[in-house]
């Protein structure tokens, strides 16, 4: 906890907001939604907030994001609490894999596969059972489909974020950040 409160300070708390604001538009209004699937590209300010913060903080905004555009921007159905937990561990599972660790097409594949197998194909599905009273199995196939083609988008994309814009951002940004690339 020590360790926490020397590195967060105001400037992290106004990244992490903007990465809130980020991730919050990018799924409530650049997404494409069906009552069964949604693709958009929120994943990338979760994996951005999870690699410079670290896996507790990176759940927590994502959380902290899924619950304030519900109450903001209600889609569906009202809240429901099982979709925020799926958020935070999406965060959480980018910043165990990510955060402090090589930039390796293993770390950021092993983080997708998960998110996107386990969390959002496994978990979402039934929080999608559970409210939509559909057939678990009826609402898989959309779901399989949607996952065989974000994996690869996902992966790739994390990687060129982690390559071409974390990494050549001023030293001295990377430094108050506490992010490091291999040079």
Known sequence: MKNLKKRFGTRDLV??????????????????QTPIVRIGFAFIPIALTSILFGPILGGIAAAVAD???ILL??????????FTLTA??????????????????????IAVVIVTFVLNLGLDTLWLY????MGFVALLPKRIAKAIIMTPVQIFTIRILWNQVLCRLPGSIQHQLAFKCER
């Open 130 to 133: 559970m409210i939509m009273d």
């Open 15 to 32: 990244v992490i907001s903007m990465l809130i604001g980020l991730i919050i538009i990018f799924e409530r209004f650049l997404s494409i």
């Open 73 to 82: 921007f209600p889609t569906g159905g009202g809240f429901f609490p099982g």
């Open 88 to 109: 935070f561990l999406t965060g959480a599972v980018y910043g165990v894999f990510l955060h402090n660790k090589r930039k390796s097409f293993l770390n950021v594949s």
């Open 67 to 69: 619950f304030i555009g």
